[in-house]
């Protein structure tokens, strides 16, 4: 058996190509697919109220491959990390969505601090001024084809976080908006 011998170029070529990799790894920025766009609105002054009017400072627009920014107890998205603002910023979500079978929906809007939620122009829940993170119901019934919901979140001060599931008639089965079911396609 030849063993092969020890050559320090190699070790050091292997080591080299290790830390370009680690390197490129470490600079390549974070990618999703863009399914949702979001409006983030940094606000002047204290949110209070879902309702009250906007004094905007500064807005950025951000994609998201789904609604499930309620991470660590802040507004973060789990592979792009922290996207709002600290404090005091409005989200503006408009968004088209397929649903496949029509019949009854169940939307689970989860939010620190306010919400309004509608689709095809209809309100069908709100929660208007802070709170801990709660999640709500929201039912509608919806026919086969396209539709459009609007999300409105706000952020005051604290904690924050933002979901949206959804559900078909009894079914138990969750699925987080962004994520296609058999039921609704984003």
Known sequence: MNAMPFNR?????ALLAIICVVIINRITPPHVSPVFELVISKNRTSITDIHQPRDIEMTKTVNVDRIDLADKN????RKLGEIGYTDDFFV???APFRV???GTYTFYLGSDDGFIFSVDGRQLCEWTHDRPFSVNPCRVHLTEGT?????V??????????TMDYSY????TQYVAGEDSR???F
Do not use: C, M, P, W
């Open 74 to 77: 802040r507004f973060r998205h």
């Open 92 to 94: 503006d979500i408009n």
């Open 147 to 151: 539709h459009q919901f609007t999300l």
């Open 153 to 162: 979140y706000f952020q005051g001060f604290g904690n924050a976080g933002l």
């Open 169 to 172: 008639e009894e079914e138990s």
């Open 183 to 185: 039921y609704i396609s």
């Open 100 to 102: 496949k079978k029509a």
């Open 9 to 13: 170029n190699i070790v050091f070529s």
